[in-house]
């Protein structure tokens, strides 16, 4: 292939910057070229002489500044990229990713055309951040430096984005492309904010996404964006111990992968999505008081199905130290989810109303009485979470349960709604209304939860 | 120096040496003069810390006076409400985080480059009882190395962190989540408890009066609208409040009605431990925690914990790029 | 094809920086690793969305809310305890 700088301005003169990647698995015959041309140039090839060669071009009537140190950039980036090394070529393709962004920033300039180029590049440059970051400590770099970059990057082009207030526009394929990637950029940036252990800056992606887009409804943009985007929302809701937000956002990503499956097809990519969501819906849902069908679980993860079922039944029994047993034993895998400390709180609530749940069926109700003594539940809470052993090592499975206090167990149950009764300290006693029917006693916690808790209406529109 | 003031000049900056003696010093010298002496540690301890900043320095002595700084911060909160002298704890709560997040960040430089610092875990263990309701805390603890999250103090904190959580909190900019546990009784039990040092139990007395008020909210939510009122002693019992008096100061500023039958729980009508139209409610302290400082001289209480010199990594003295610490902390 | 061309292609290989450094790589194993994957999903069937696909609803959760009996140790130490408890309380 011969290919020389003027071959490259005329391509670019016919808009065909498909040309400027920087990824040599799709551009790196055209680069190659490129070098070997360069070698040889009359006028030589230093940053200056680059820079006089573009300027000469007149591209865009040399009125775009910015379009200009892109195509330096480039044009410096195919001299001295190294391809035995990313570590020595990270310089130029960084620079280029950063100046090939700034061309993207000011609408009043025809970046349109540039966007596919953007798009491909940023594919190409993020796994390379990621590898790059991986050996950060070998090469003396803070941690996440590369993709802490990159996101600034991206979330420069996000805020560029502005929504056309007047005009919403129905038609996706209308919309201009910075709209049309917006939901791509939004996905992105969180990722990258995840991958960085700083999830809490997806806050901001997450509440400034709605206000930029100039399309009226959720539903417009790709589907799997979509999807994407309710699971990484849904992650930053389980994060924020927002249990019902996170169930729902999870629930509704399940749903459509499923979907997607039955009607396009799966795929062992659309498959290990569902596992992804699997691992945190699953605990979301218990957590809402709900009980996943383990064999639905198992169509798509026996493992994760096989790990549940204990758990599930030391809820369902209200037995502590089985979810305490539960808990040590996954104590890992829960860890690097950041699941271990949002079930240690949550779990319990739900289990002593199923604890409570049979003391008032196999007791009260059994006796024909509507009343439940502490006494009773005293001994119920004891067999539940085991010895009070006083001399027992605390730690997050010995110190949490008030094995003493009967009271305040039903106090806080009194409080979520999870029992409807009232206590009367002086008699030690919980009266509940006259019913055979334990739902009226001790309602679906699902259903409190929803009542209690509104979902955030900032996110009422992905339903449209 | 005011926030607004030029930095001082190279010369009048202390080495780190000499802030290590600065607070040896003061160690020795002043803390058995508490409370009288709580303003002027507060300031020259503020200033021990911005020498260090100015030098931007973050080796083992920056570690070791933070680290001592945080204890004295945390003895003193328990020696001034028990002292019931006026003071600003939020000011000595501000310093205090200040410290934490110093701590936070040159710990994990520290170990990005390899190394290690031997106290890590207990200042990790404040952390978590600094900001007590952020999950943000909970999701950094999960992340950090199996020596740290299984620690004992580190565990402990995370125990109160889920018996205080609490689905009627109520505060501005606070988040309310699902399934809460409010185990009030229980933080009464594990705080007696000898293995909750004396520092953690201190600086968890902070936090008193809002589990007071949202045990009292809770009791109140879940018993009959006929409920004669309880009895006083009962209640003071439950509640770990060392007198009937701080019971009654107690019920004042919160407008419940207490007769001669005890305290009535129907009258607790405000819906969040904090009272919109009148300055916080002083600060209590527990006996048992008082009892576990004892007779302890106040330097036993600081001067404890592994030597930090020798112990970190020698290339982690000077951290490259690192920034001022005190920008970073926003 | 140039050398310097072959060179290009083997430079975006995955495992170039690896090469660089050849110190274990902590970087998980793609079922690890919770960010999703790309797959083929361009749109729904025509003129549905997800409200209409509840056709292909696969239930994930179970929707009775009835006792499932359990039988396990914990189960039947916990009724052992009410027994005892209402023998106490006849007495």
């Keep these: 292939m011969n290919y020389t700088l003027e071959s490259l301005a005329s391509d670019l003169q016919a808009q065909n910057y498909a040309v400027l990647s920087p990824d040599l698995a799709a551009n790196g015959t055209l680069i190659a070229a490129l070098q070997n041309s360069m070698a040889s140039r009359h006028g030589g090839t230093d940053d200056k002489a680059l820079g006089a060669f573009v300027d000469s071009q007149n591209f865009h009537g040399g009125r775009w500044t910015r379009f200009n140190i892109m195509v330096t950039s480039f044009l410096k980036l195919a001299r001295d990229v190294n391809p035995w090394s990313a570590w020595d070529s990270c310089d130029v393709v960084f620079g280029f990713y950063a100046d090939l962004s700034n061309c993207l920033l000011d609408d009043s300039y025809p970046c349109e055309p540039l966007v596919p180029l953007f798009l491909a590049t940023t594919e190409h440059i993020i796994p390379l951040a990621v590898a790059l970051d991986a050996h950060h400590a070998q090469l003396g770099l803070k941690r996440h430096q590369f993709l802490s970059h990159t996101s600034m990057v991206i979330s420069k082009l996000f805020n560029s984005i502005k929504a056309n207030s007047e005009n919403r526009i129905d038609d996706f394929a209308r919309l201009p492309q910075k709209q049309q990637i917006l939901l791509y950029l939004v996905n992105r940036l969180n990722n990258i904010y995840f991958r960085m252990d700083a999830p809490q800056l997806c806050s901001n992606i997450f509440k400034n996404f709605r206000p930029k887009c100039s399309i009226p409804r959720f539903s417009l943009f790709p589907l799997r964006q979509q999807i994407e985007y309710r699971y990484l929302l849904g992650r930053y809701y389980l994060l924020n111990a927002r249990i019902s937000n996170a169930f729902v956002q999870l629930n509704d990503a399940f749903r459509s992968l499923i979907a997607v499956a039955k009607t396009s097809g799966s795929s062992p990519t659309l498959l290990r999505n569902v596992r992804r969501v699997l691992q945190f819906l699953v605990p979301t849902g218990i957590l809402m008081g709900k009980m996943p069908r383990l064999s639905v679980v198992a169509e798509f993860d026996a493992d994760l199905a096989n790990v549940y079922s204990t758990l599930q039944q030391s809820i369902r029994a209200g037995n502590i130290q089985g979810i305490n047993g539960w808990l040590r034993q996954h104590q890992q895998r829960l860890l690097e989810k950041n699941l271990l400390l949002v079930l240690l709180e949550k779990l319990p609530m739900v289990a002593y109303q199923h604890l409570v749940r049979r003391l008032v069926r196999d007791w009260s109700l059994a006796n024909g009485v509507n009343r439940l003594p502490y006494d009773l539940v005293a001994r119920a809470l004891h067999t539940s979470i085991g010895s009070d052993d006083n001399s027992s090592t605390i730690d997050i499975f010995t110190g949490i349960h008030p094995g003493a206090s009967a009271e305040n167990v039903l106090v806080t149950l009194i409080n979520l709604g999870y029992l409807r009764a009232n206590c009367f300290p002086a008699l030690r006693l919980c009266v509940f209304k006259k019913t055979g029917n334990l739902a009226d006693i001790l309602p679906p916690i699902a259903e409190r939860i929803v009542g209690m808790f509104p979902l955030n209406s900032d996110d009422a529109w992905l339903d449209s | 120096p005011a926030a607004a003031a030029a930095p001082p000049l190279p010369s009048d900056v202390r080495p780190p040496h000499i802030l290590v003696k600065t607070l040896d010093y003061l160690i020795d010298n002043l803390l058995s003069t508490l409370p009288d002496s709580e303003g002027f540690l507060w300031d020259r301890m503020r200033s021990i810390r911005q020498d260090f900043t100015y030098q931007n320095y973050c080796g083992p002595e920056a570690v070791d006076c933070n680290e001592r700084i945080v204890r004295i911060h945390l003895l003193i909160i328990h020696v001034m409400v028990k002292a019931n002298v006026e003071f600003s704890l939020q000011q000595e709560l501000e310093q205090l985080h200040k410290s934490l997040i110093t701590l936070s960040e040159i710990y994990d430089d520290v170990r990005a480059s390899g190394g290690s610092c031997p106290n890590e875990a207990e200042f990790r263990a404040y952390a978590l009882l600094s900001k007590i309701r952020d999950p943000q805390y909970d999701k950094n603890i999960q992340e950090m190395p199996a020596h740290i999250f299984q620690d004992s103090l580190v565990q402990m904190a995370l125990c109160f962190r889920r018996i205080i959580s609490n689905s009627n909190f109520s505060e501005r900019g606070f988040v309310r989540t699902e399934n809460c546990l409010n185990f009030y009784s229980q933080f009464f039990k594990l705080i007696q408890s000898n293995q909750v040092p004396f520092l953690m139990a201190s600086f968890l007395e902070i936090y008193l009066n809002e589990i007071r008020f949202y045990a009292l909210k809770a009791l109140s939510i879940s018993m009959n609208k006929k409920h004669k009122p309880i009895a006083s002693e009962a209640i003071a019992n439950e509640l770990m409040f060392n007198n009937m008096d701080e019971l009654m100061e107690f019920c004042k500023y919160y407008s419940i009605s207490v007769t001669q039958e005890g305290v009535d729980l129907k009258s607790v009508t405000a819906h969040s431990h904090k009272l919109p139209e009148k300055k916080p409610l002083k600060n209590f302290y527990l006996q048992c925690v008082d009892d576990k400082l004892g007779n302890t001289a106040y330097p036993n209480v600081i001067n404890i914990g592994k030597a930090n010199i020798d112990t970190i990594n020698s290339r982690s003295n000077a951290i490259p790029g690192a920034v001022a610490v005190e920008e970073v902390t926003r | ?91």
Excluded at chain 3, 6 to 25: C, F, L, N, Q
């Design chain 3, 1 to 91: 094809m140039s050398s310097t061309t072959e060179k290009a292609v083997a430079m975006s290989k995955e495992d170039t920086v690896s090469k660089e450094s050849p110190a274990a790589s902590n970087r998980k194993s793609l079922e690890e690793d919770d960010e999703f994957e790309d797959f083929p999903a361009d749109q729904w069937p025509a003129g549905t969305s997800l409200k209409d696909t509840n056709e292909f609803h696969t239930n994930l959760w179970e929707e009775s809310w009835d006792d499932v009996e359990v039988d396990d140790n914990f189960t039947n130490d916990l009724r052992a305890e009410i027994s005892r408890y209402k023998q106490e309380h006849q007495a």
